[in-house]
């Protein structure tokens, strides 16, 4: 399994706010969205960044009720990491945990065609899990 079928799964839908947006938007979107992370545009079109529930967490913990009105641009990762549509679930698995972030991107030919979460990579993961030992059990009882 890889990213490529896990989107042919979910679909491609990225949710995003451009970069003027304010925090206070951000986390209405993900609330009503009930998703984790999304993706900041700039006015051309490209990724400027990624925020995530953490950021918004970390903006009310230093600023208080004055975090709502800060531009997404001062509490989000401008540093974005992406994935490729060919990586492995387990190379995802690896990104990660290593690098402790939930949300990556998947950059194809110069294009962002969808977001894979760790909810996505456990889904999966459980899901091929669950095959192999169905398949084991039908080995063992074949005899
Ligand atoms: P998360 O665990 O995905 O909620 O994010 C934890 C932190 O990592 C937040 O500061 C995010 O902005 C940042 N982050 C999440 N995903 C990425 C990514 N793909 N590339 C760079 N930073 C990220």
Do not use: W
């Not at 990586?87 to 290593?98: F, G, K, N």
Request: hydrophobic share 50%.
């Amino acid at each position: 399994m890889n990213v490529a079928q896990i989107l042919k799964q979910k679909g491609n839908r990225i949710i995003s706010l451009p970069a003027d947006a304010r925090v206070g938007e951000a986390a209405g979107v993900l609330a009503a969205e009930g998703i984790g992370a999304l993706l900041i545009m700039d006015p051309a079109g490209k990724v400027a960044g990624i925020l995530s529930e953490r950021d918004v967490v970390r903006a009310v913990a230093n600023h208080g009720m004055e975090a709502v009105a800060l531009p997404v641009t001062e509490v989000m990762t401008a540093n974005v990491i992406f994935c490729k549509p060919a990586d492995s679930i387990d190379a995802l698995m690896a990104e990660m945990t290593q690098r402790r972030f939930r949300h990556l991107p998947v950059m194809d030919q110069g294009r962002v065609i969808g977001i894979v979460s760790i909810g996505d990579v456990v889904k999966n993961r459980i899901a091929e899990t669950v095959a192999e030992a169905e398949s084991l059990r039908q080995y063992i009882a074949a005899g």
